[in-house]
């Protein structure tokens, strides 16, 4: 069984930055970052393997986002810089505990808000 809590949503302006964290207790073999905006399907867009710390990203945020972590604390961050009103969404973290970085992750936090505004 695997807990994960989200932290770190909230409303910016475009161009701005947020950091989101996920507390994981329980092991996995990935952390993934998933969202979901109004209206779409939710979407990968990060992933990070806990032991060796390989990163993945979706082509649309790669070289904005950065997806982190900290051993010591069992907590996944995603820093999210250079924020656009399409990056609106609630965003998920999730954990996959077989290989690989891709769908279907197993365990699911509660989300958090991310508003992005002009």
């Known amino acids: 069984q695997v807990q994960l809590v989200e932290s770190g949503g909230g409303s910016v302006q475009t161009g701005d930055s947020l950091r989101l964290s996920c507390a994981v207790s329980g092991s996995s073999f990935a952390i993934g970052w998933f969202r979901q905006a109004p209206g779409k399907e939710r979407e990968w867009i990060s992933a990070i393997t806990w032991r060796l710390g390989d990163t993945h990203y979706k082509d649309s945020v790669r070289g904005r986002f950065t997806v982190s972590k900290d051993n010591a604390k069992n907590t996944v961050y995603l820093e999210m810089n250079n924020l656009k009103p399409e990056d609106t969404a609630v965003y998920y973290c999730?954990?996959?505990?077989?290989?690989?970085?891709?769908?279907?992750?197993?365990?699911w936090g509660q989300g958090t808000q991310v508003t992005v505004s002009d």
């Open positions: 999730a954990a996959r505990t077989e290989w690989g970085i891709r769908p279907p992750y197993d365990y």
